[in-house]
Every structure is written in structure tokens, then in C-alpha cells.
């Protein structure tokens, strides 16, 4: 692969951890939207607890999705701020890697992903095996889930 092709695809990678996100914030949105509707619409009834503890609950709910939305916004304007324009010699944020257990990249958490075809580990900056990996570079070895990896390629 190329240094244009590897630069080529890891700004695919980004554009799909930012879609991820941005559905998140949709879908949180929409589930927000929805408890807020659910308490309003809550109606009084015979059992007065039973009304108040339904808005509550909406409210509760209401207010984790919100929470959600939040954080969700916060890892979308890191990931703004991941350069994949970039060849790294050294993982960082940015970075695209691969060991013999799978291939990684570094930019936002979105877990274990499919990717044309391709499972795809991807870690937030801040994830402990992220922090663990700075600063290494192919060739060098690292633990992950008790297994001993080699960095293969980077870029």
C-alpha cells in the first residue's frame, strides 16, 4: 500500500468513527426527545405516587440521555482533532496498526467494528491499552487480553 493509499484509508477510518458518533448523538437525541414526551404526557391518576414516580423515571431518563449526548460530543470533537493526514512512526492518535491478533486504530472508542469486511479494533486516545501503546513503533511488542503481540505494520 501506498503512503497516499494508507493516508487514503485512515481517513476512511476517521469518517466512519465519526459517523458512529454522530448516529450515537441521533439515536440519544431521539431517546431523549422520547422520555421528555413520555413524562409530559404522563397523566394523573387515582394513584398519585404512580404519576409522580412515572415523570420522575422520564426525567431520569431524560437526564442520562443527556449525559450521553454529552460525552458522545465531547469524543466527536476529539476525533476532530485526529490528524490521519499523517505516516506515524510511533503510535498516536492518528494511528493505523496491526499485530498478528487483529488491527487497530487510534482515534475514537468505538470498540470492535466491521469495516469493509475488516474487523477493526478502534480505541480512544485515552484508552488504557492506547496509553499503553504510545510511543511504540513496529516491531515492538506489547500484553493484550494475555496474549503477546508484535507490532507488524504501523502507519
Do not use: W
Not at 496509553?131 to 504501523?154: M, V
Amino acid at each position: 500500500m501506498t503512503t497516499a493509499e494508507q493516508i487514503t484509508f485512515k481517513h476512511q477510518l476517521k469518517q466512519f468513527c465519526q459517523s458512529a458518533i454522530e448516529r450515537r448523538i441521533t439515536v440519544a437525541q431521539d431517546a431523549m426527545q422520547s422520555s421528555q414526551e413520555s413524562a409530559n404526557n404522563e397523566e394523573k391518576s387515582s394513584a398519585g405516587d404512580k404519576y409522580e414516580t412515572a415523570r420522575a423515571m422520564g426525567h431520569l431518563q431524560k437526564d442520562m440521555h443527556a449525559r450521553q449526548i454529552a460525552e458522545y460530543t465531547k469524543e466527536l470533537a476529539a476525533l476532530y482533532n485526529v490528524n490521519t493526514g499523517s505516516i506515524y512512526e510511533t503510535i498516536q492518535p492518528g494511528s493505523f496498526f496491526e499485530t498478528a491478533t487483529g488491527a487497530f486504530f487510534i482515534a475514537a472508542g468505538l470498540g470492535k467494528q466491521i469495516m469493509d469486511g475488516r474487523t477493526i479494533l478502534f480505541l480512544s486516545a485515552s484508552a488504557p491499552l492506547a496509553l499503553a501503546l504510545k510511543h511504540k513503533k513496529t516491531g515492538d511488542d506489547f500484553i493484550f487480553n494475555g496474549t503477546r503481540s508484535i507490532i507488524s505494520l504501523l502507519y
